[in-house]
Structure formats: C-alpha cells, structure tokens
C-alpha cells in the first residue's frame, strides 16, 4: 500500500502501465516492484523448478523472484528484474515461467512431486530405457528448462560500444563512494563515478539519519551538485560494473534506454538501448556495498516474505509498506532500523523476534528475543507465520514477514582475478582480500564497515591514499559526521525442523539439498554448487551463497573459511549478448570489403564471391555463355594463350624494416630469407609452433634492410598476429618493426605469354626478360605513379604482379584490361585462378588446412636444418615424418563418372566404403579445358608411392562414385619453363 507524503517519490507525476493485461498506476521514480507493492500485487512469478509462488524478496539488482517479460514480438525481453525496472507510461509486464497465468500454473503440480525432485535427481533418473532419452526425456526437459523466452524474432534493437580513461573509478555512490569521489575530485584526479541505480547516493537514499547535521539526502544533494560542478569528474547513474580485469580494466553496462517506451525498432533513431563500457582505470574505489542475507526456515519463500533492508527501502524511498501487519525476523541490529521506520510511518508492526538472547530492547515495539519464525501459513501470499521459543510455538497473523540473516559486503568484483575473500568472524562474512585486483581498494560496507561514519573514513583514506600514488595534493576538508552504531550479529544460518527451507529462491535449492549433497560426498563447494544448482540462477546466489556455505560447513564439519566460497566470475549482472557483441551485427559482424576494381568488376557483370570478408570476382560472364564454367574455361584460356588481369589485393602484404628484419624472417619461415638478394624475391611456409604449416606465401627485399611479406587472403591476419607474438614474446630484443600495408596498395596480376608485352606499353620504363627474371622486384613507375613490380606467377605462365597505392587502383584495372583485351585477353576471376593453380600443383588454405606439415605437402626440403625456426622441432617429431600419413597428389577420373568433388573422401577400390578404411580425401578439383577433364588435388596415405594407382572418389552428399587415377600433382608443365619465360 501507498503511504500518502513518504518516500521520494511523494507527489510525483501519475505513471500508468500493465502487468498480467491489468491496467495499473504507478508515480514518476518507481520501479515496477514498487509499483506493483503499491498496487497491492504480491505474487510475481513462479520459481525455476517447483513452480511456487514467488514474490518481490529484495530492491535491488540481486532480486531472485520478481523475474518478468516486458514487451512483446521483437521487443520482448525476458527476466527483467523487476526490483531495478524503472517505471515508464505504457510499460508492459507479464509474469514469466508460468502457464497458463501466474495465478493458475499447470506446472505447480511439480510441487507435488517434490520427493522425487530433490538435488542431483537429473544425475539419477532418465536413465532408462536408453532409447527414450532422444524421443522423450531430452525434449520435455528442454521444455521445461529456462525462465523467460526469447521472442525467436530478430532484434531490432541498437547496442553501442564506449572506451573510458580515468585516474580514479569509483563504484557505488554511497557514502563512501561519495566522499572517495569528492576527495580525489577536489584534487584535481580525473573521476568517473558510476552507479547502478537510477539515482545517486547508494543506501542513503533509503535511510532516515543525518550527516553533519543535515538530512542524508542533503547532503548527498549537495555532494553531487558539488561533483557535477568539476570539469574533471563525470557521474554516471543506471551503469553497472560487470567485471574486472587485467590492467586496472573494468567492464560496465550502461542502461541507456531500459527506462522509456520502445514502441520501434531503435537502429534508425541513433539512441542505443544499452552501451557497453571498456574502462581503464589506474585506480579503483569499490563502494559496492552490501547485500542482505535471507534465514532458511520451513516455507519461507511464500510471497510477502521479505528482506528487512528492502521493507525499509520501499518504505523511505517509495513510500510503499508492503503490508499492513508486519513481522521482522531477524538475528542482528541492523533489521531493528527497519523496525523503527514502520512504527515512525504508522505501519502496523505486530513484532520483532530476534533469536539473541540480549536483543536490544524498544519502547516502540514488542521484542521476541531468543525466538525462531520456524514456518509460515498462506498459499499465493503470506498470512501467518509460526514462531518457536521457550514457551512452544505460538502463530502470529501477518501478511509480510522482514527476515534479515546479516550482510555479506559485494565482494564479487573483487574476486573477478580468481583471489578469495577472507573471513571476518565478527560479520559472519566474507570481506575482500586487500590487493586482489591490483589498483583496487574496497571500501564501507564492500568492506565490513557497516555504519555511515565507518563508510565516510574509509572513502576517504582511499581516496587519500591513490592522490599520494598520483602525486597529487588532497584538499584540506574535515570528514563529515555521521551515524557510527556498532554492527551486532549471532549466528543463525537456518531454523532446524521438518520442511523445505529455501536457500536459493531462484533455483529452488534448499537446506535439505546441500545436506544431501554432503551425505553424497560432494563435500566441496563446488561440487556442490554444481550438484545443487546454488548460485547457478541469473542471480549467480548473491543473497544466498553464504548461507548456503555455512549449511554446508555444519554439515561438513568444518569451519566456514575450512569450506571456502564458490567462484565469482564475471558479469556482476546479467548483460544482454547485443550489448557485448556491440557494432558486430549486421554488417558489423561481417563487413563488406570491397576492391578497388570492384566497380569495374559489377560493370562487366561479374558474379562475386566471399573470400574471408573480401568480395572477389569468380568469373567475368560474357554474352552467349550460359554457364560459370563457359566463363571460366575462357578466362583460364586466356592466361594460356594470351595474357589475363586479376585483383589479387586481398593478398597480406606485411612491410618488413629494420637491422633485424632478416632475423625475424628466418625464424618464421622454415626457409632462409637472411640470404635473399636485393630485388629478389623467395617463396616462403611457415608452420605453427606445433610443427603444422600456417601459411604460405612470398617475401621480397626491397632494400638493405627492407622486405614485404604477401600471406594467403585467409590467413593475413594470423600471421600478422604470429609475428607480433614472435617480435613481443619470444625476441624482444630484435629491432625490427612490421604493419600491415593490405589496404594501402592495389595489386594486380598480369600472366600468360603476353603479360611483358601489356606491361611494356604501360610502364614508363619498359622492361627486359633478363633485367626482370623469375621471382624478381623492384620499384616501377605508371604514366608518372611510383609502384612496384614483382615477377611471380601462380598460374604457371609468365605472370607478373603490378602494385600502386590504392587510390590509383580503379583506374589501373580499367587500363590493364583494355590493354588486355586489346591483345585477345582479359580479366580472369577466383574459378579461373584456382583451375590455374590447381594445373601446377598450388596449395591454398584448401590443402593448408591446419592438419598438414611441409612432409605431406612434399616440401620437406624446404626445412632448413641450418637455421632454427618456429616448429622446427615439432615438425620432427615421428608421427609428423611418418610415411604412412596421408601425402598430397593428384588425381584425375578414369571411371565412368568424370565427375570429381572437393571434400569427398579416397578408398581402395576393393574396400568397403567405411571409415576405417578411409584412405584420404578431396582438397580442390576444377575442370581444367587444357586437359578437357576435371582434375583435383588431395591428400592419400603414402600417396607420393602409389602415383599410377587406382582409387574409387566417394562423395555421398553429392551423389558421386568414381574411380580415380593417382597422379604427380603438377599437371601442367612440370619443369616450369613457361613461368620462367
């Protein structure tokens, strides 16, 4: 119920939404699980595996049971926490994970079968019979799984990405973040501030007590108006801290547009609906705070059982009593302020019990002391809970139980570098352990220090601390005062008795299923933890965990700090997969990378192909032809009979420099490159440290000290990053330095006997075969464009490649074609390349697959054993030389069928075809119209000894049975006079 004149909310404007197709009515600073408190709406949801009622149990982001659906279609997003949905006009919730509705739910009747649904019972049951697993079993489970659902429509929703740099990140505006913010603010330190909530200033917001003689809320009012007021501080409110990383790294949600009405898609309005923070912080203050623990007593999950901290919160905040006749159960001080707030409001309070002995007295409320809330009563909502004490038990008529267990400071960030937090006997938790985040120091109640006084001095000295690292002067300020009432505790983790005491609300584990875990011997905790599911909910246990431990240590035998913690692992909160994938959808996750002589490319209509995230032309159609293979048996003529222009841009191209360039190519080719002549250039392959090939490709020396590496279009990128590895890691010490130039050049090849002609009617300094042999380069010059010039051929013909800077390539590729046509040739594409490279015997990534080595490729000489190299000794190890592994060739059919295909697989002819007779299988195949047949490349075990052998191709998904002939792969002049001139 609303309280007329209470919280912050009081007076605001009138807020109208739905919930289960009710219209209801809410006020401006809401959230939904206030809003629905107010609207006297208790029942939320339904839990994972059970399917009991749930209510609202807490007011913050470690809300287990107000889990719901908002919108619908493409707009629909699930498992929303209601506790930290803000309130918006036209907002739309359901309850989730029920069904037909949350009143009436068919998959209640779980709760009936509960015996048989204990911990681990997944581990034991659809075990037999086998069959039914696949039909039966795995498909009701699926079913059954989850909480919320996607809506299967595409999201239509648009994500951002953000870098942020600071001197001093401070997480959580309470107290001590406020004061550890204004300390290093006033210093001159650069801050950023982030909050989770919708509005700063932490617990403060919900608490009735002073600072400095001031409201709280005052003087948090004018501690922010003082940090909004410095250039160098920035705040950031609805922005979660989701992990921390190496090197002062921090991730960070920000809830962008979770607050207002999406009635469209937001990817054309430039507004995202959440972005996605990288921070690199050289220091860090966590003010995260802490989180208020439930007891595990019989039932005590029913709707209208509540933290203590959140019955305060929606109190003083809100102005919401979430009921009319309230209980606190309790076992420290900290849930009697909550006492006292519903007295003070005129709440009806119909007791405290306390289960310590020496609870503090009231004069304004009846204490229990030395009592346990050993049940509760009620179905949909509470209406009595049993309370045992020395005179028996005895039943009191309310209708919303405050519970409060202790506090557990939010350790959990400062766990995300795998440190454990260690125990405090006197909080009965767990506290960070100092320098487990290098940078990071944890303060108030992150740190065990509970009171507002104890926050303000430890903020503070923090703060202090990280501008002396800083070199900075801190201001002269006297430390507010404020609140500083001692912390009182006594252990009570779960009333003993018959009946299910919940532990984690979310996955429905309670005291019996750790205890069962135990007397099966999954005695760790993480075995437990995965035995039992606890902390494994989108909450990952925050209100739970420790409780959980502590039953598990009774059980166990041991200390809690002997049983240790789960492992805290990022996100802190959920964070949406759009979010952290953001700029990667759509054309963000695959980009089209076009060629400079893509627009001439579409003008002559050719059909373009995917190469890694390059558009590359695979055949150039000519009129008449109604085929690709028409097109691409012309254009292979024509490099054989003429002369052919390809793009091969896409190439890496890697420019090499300095006093040890040589060094570093030796050691990642198996090659030498140290001895390579000026305006050479070399073929080189270079292997994986474990000894399989990485990639091939070419390397030219353009000066004393100066070399351009060309890698595989598939493989720039790896080799770029093997080489910063090499440079960084293994030889520091060598001065050389290396960029990728890919984009900066176009380059096109120009093969086929009248390749130096074209050149020569082009260049302004012709050219001669013996000034220009096989494999050489050096610089040219085009009608006055400074280039370069390299004589390779991948095609087996005079070929050579012509490289100008980028912003010349369009008009290059229209010049050479025309040149090219003019001498009977033309542009060739990707089909027609690689029937060309396949006619001599070229290896591309088809074969290079990361399961081959330079010994099944043939290229075992290539091997230096005067040099030392990456996977030299790997490469030798004797399953990689063994002659029985499968070893490249060629193949040609002979068989009726004269089809061949890539990724069919070798067999013997008179085998059957079954795997364990599988001797091989297809690489790349083409038809090549100077043989006028297919020919194929592909590897077969001893394959280089049985050239002139039959073996029968099977490829079942396309139909195809053949026999094959096993020939030398080089089909096309073996010798290689024709690429030699």
């Excluded at 108030?444 to 690292?469: D, H, R």
Aim: charged fraction near 20%.
């Amino acid at each position: 119920m609303r309280i007329a004149g209470k919280g912050l909310t009081a007076g605001g404007k009138t807020v109208s939404f739905s919930f289960n197709g009710r219209q209801l009515m809410g006020l401006e600073g809401d959230t939904l699980a206030s809003a629905l408190l107010a609207n006297d709406i208790h029942l939320v949801g339904r839990s994972f595996k059970y399917h009991r009622p749930r209510g609202v149990l807490t007011a913050g982001s470690e809300e287990p049971n107000a889990l719901v659906t908002l919108g619908s279609g493409a707009l629909q997003d699930p498992n929303v926490r209601a506790t930290t949905q803000e309130l918006f006009d036209g907002l739309q919730a359901r309850s989730q994970n029920c069904w037909p509705s949350v009143e009436h739910d068919v998959m209640a009747v779980n709760n009936l079968a509960a015996p048989f649904f204990g911990a681990g019972f997944y581990y034991k049951t659809f075990m037999w019979p086998a069959a039914m697993w696949e039909k039966l079993y795995e498909p009701m489970i699926r079913r059954a799984a989850g909480l919320g659902a996607l809506s299967g429509e595409a999201d239509t929703d648009l994500y951002e990405k953000a870098y942020a740099f600071c001197d001093v990140l401070v997480v959580g505006s309470g107290p001590a973040g406020l004061i550890a913010a204004l300390t290093a603010g006033r210093a001159g330190a650069d801050v950023l501030l982030l909050e989770e909530d919708s509005r700063m200033g932490g617990r403060l917001l919900v608490e009735q007590e002073e600072i400095d003689g001031m409201p709280a809320l005052d003087w948090v009012d004018a501690a922010l108006s003082e940090l909004e007021a410095m250039e160098n501080v920035r705040l950031m409110c609805r922005t979660s801290v989701s992990g921390a990383y190496d090197q002062g790294t921090y991730g960070a949600l920000e809830r962008v547009g979770h607050h207002e009405l999406r009635q469209h898609s937001l990817k054309g309005s430039h507004r995202p609906r959440e972005c996605f923070w990288r921070i690199a912080a050289k220091h860090c203050v966590l003010a995260a705070g802490a989180i208020e623990r439930p007891i595990g007593f019989r039932n005590n999950d029913r709707p209208g059982v509540m933290m203590a901290g959140a019955v305060r919160a929606y109190l003083n905040r809100w102005g919401v009593a979430p009921g009319e006749r309230v209980t606190l159960f309790t076992n420290n001080d900290d849930a009697h302020r909550t006492a006292r707030d519903l007295v003070e409001a005129g709440v009806h309070l119909a007791a405290v019990i306390d289960s310590r002995h020496d609870a503090p007295d009231s004069d304004l409320y009846t204490v229990i002391k030395g009592a346990q809330v050993c049940d509760t009563g009620g179905g949909k909502r509470l209406e009595s809970i049993t309370v045992r004490s020395v005179r028996g038990e005895e039943k009191i008529q309310t209708d919303c139980l405050a519970m409060s267990g202790g506090w557990n400071p939010s350790v959990h960030l400062t766990c995300h570098l795998n440190a454990r937090p260690s125990w405090r006997r006197d909080l009965l938790a767990f506290v960070p352990t100092p320098e487990a985040v290098p940078g990071m120091r944890a303060v108030g109640a992150c740190n065990g220090s509970f009171s507002t006084q104890g926050a303000l001095q430890e903020g503070a000295a923090a703060a202090s601390a990280i501008l002396q690292e800083l070199e900075l002067q801190a201001k002269d300020c006297a430390l507010p005062v404020a609140d500083d009432s001692p912390y009182r505790i006594a252990p009570l983790w779960a009333v003993p008795g018959k009946g299910r005491a919940w532990l984690d609300f979310q996955n429905d584990v309670t005291v019996k299923d750790v205890t069962q875990a135990a007397t099966e011997n999954f005695r760790s905790v993480e075995h437990m933890k995965r035995y039992t599911t606890q902390g494994m909910a989108t909450d990952q246990g925050k209100n739970s965990n420790v409780a959980a431990l502590a039953v598990l240590a009774d059980v166990t035998g041991r200390s809690i700090p002997e049983t240790g913690t789960t492992t805290f692992r990022p996100p802190f909160v959920p964070v949406a997969l759009g979010a952290l994938g953001a700029g990667a959808a759509d054309q963000g996750f695959k980009p089209q990378r076009y060629l400079t002589s893509h627009a001439a490319a579409e003008e002559r209509g050719a059909s373009q192909l995917e190469v890694g995230l390059w558009y590359r032309a695979a055949y150039f159609p000519k009129p008449g032809e109604s085929n690709w293979r028409q097109s691409c048996d012309r254009e292979v003529i024509y490099v054989r009979n003429s002369v052919g222009v390809c793009d091969v841009s896409t190439l890496g191209k890697i420019d090499i420099q300095g006093p040890d360039a040589a060094k570093l190519l030796d050691f990642v080719y198996t090659n030498t490159f140290s001895t390579l002549k000026l305006g050479r250039v070399r073929y080189g392959l270079m292997l994986r440290e474990d000894g399989f090939v990485m990639d091939d490709g070419t390397c030219a020396r353009l000066g004393d000290s100066h070399y351009v590496m060309t890698t595989t279009t598939a493989a720039a990128g790896e080799v770029m990053a093997h080489l910063e590895f090499v440079a960084q890691a293994l030889h520091p010490e060598w001065d050389v330095r290396f960029t990728s130039v890919t984009e900066q050049w176009a380059q096109f090849a120009v093969a086929g006997p009248k390749s130096r002609e074209l050149l020569n009617g082009l260049l302004d300094a012709p050219i001669e075969g013996d000034a220009w042999p096989f494999m050489a380069c050096g610089a040219v010059s085009v009608m006055g464009v400074e280039g370069r010039l390299f004589r390779i051929s991948f095609s087996g013909e005079e070929a050579y490649e012509l490289a100008l800077p980028a912003s010349y390539g369009d008009s290059l590729f229209r010049t050479l074609l025309s040149r090219a046509e003019a001498l009977g040739g033309g542009a060739y594409g990707m089909e027609a390349l690689n029937v060309l490279r396949i006619e001599k015997g070229f290896i591309t990534h088809a074969e290079i697959n990361g399961t081959v080595n330079a010994h099944d490729l043939g290229m075992k000489g290539m091997l230096s054993k005067k040099k030392a190299f990456v996977g030299q000794a790997m490469a030798h190890r004797p399953g990689l030389v063994d002659e029985d592994r499968q070893q490249m060739v060629g193949l040609k059919p002979i068989g009726a069928v004269k089809e061949l295909s890539a990724g069919a697989h070798l067999f013997n002819p008179e085998d059957p075809v079954e795997r364990i007779h599988d001797q091989g299988y297809v690489t790349s195949v083409g038809f090549s119209p100077l043989m006028g047949h297919m020919i194929g490349l592909g590897f077969l075990k001893r394959g280089l000894t049985r050239i002139g052998d039959e073996v029968r191709l099977v490829d079942h998904m396309r139909g195809i049975d053949t026999l094959c002939e096993v020939v030398e792969p080089v089909f096309y002049d073996p010798e290689g006079e024709k690429l030699r001139g």
